[in-house]
């Protein structure tokens, strides 16, 4: 890929606590903030993942954050797993004062699993 096929540029912020992205088509420079994430309507969402009994992303950002206990899935399984702050992990800081993961996600597979769900977010804006 040249230059010459570049036809948005995206700017993603990924945050301990909160994300977004911005955007701009080559032939409009002005740069768009991405303002509609799930279940919230701001310039950035909650970086914070909800994982169901399979360890599968449920839900993310905002949403992950908004479901109320008495909503979850009541079952005799695992319920939904809130996972947040693992972009903590990659800073240089004692191991002790990194936030606890469950043990069936590591930091790297839930920065990945935000990330994708930045990048479906994303996907939008060719339509734009």
């Known amino acids: 890929m040249s230059v010459e096929d570049l036809r948005v540029v995206v700017s993603v912020d ?3 606590t909160y994300s977004g992205f911005a955007y701009s ?3 409009n420079p002005n740069a768009k903030v991405h303002v509609s994430f799930p279940g ?6 909650n970086t914070v993942l909800q994982y169901n009994e399979n360890w599968e ?4 950002g ?3 954050l908004a479901r109320e ?3 979850r899935k009541k079952s005799k399984a695992i319920d939904s797993h809130p996972v947040e702050l ?6 240089d800081i004692d ?10 996600i590591s930091y790297k597979d839930a920065i990945t699993d935000f990330l994708k769900e930045m990048e479906k977010a994303n996907k939008i804006i060719h339509y734009c």
């Open 69 to 71: 206990p008495s909503k």
């Open 25 to 27: 088509h080559i032939q």
């Open 62 to 64: 905002h949403a992950a």
């Open 40 to 45: 919230h309507i701001a310039p950035k969402t």
């Open 95 to 104: 191991y002790t004062k990194k936030p606890k993961l469950p043990a069936e």
């Open 14 to 16: 990924f945050g301990t």
């Open 57 to 60: 992303v449920e839900c993310w």
């Open 86 to 91: 693992f972009k903590l992990h990659l800073a």
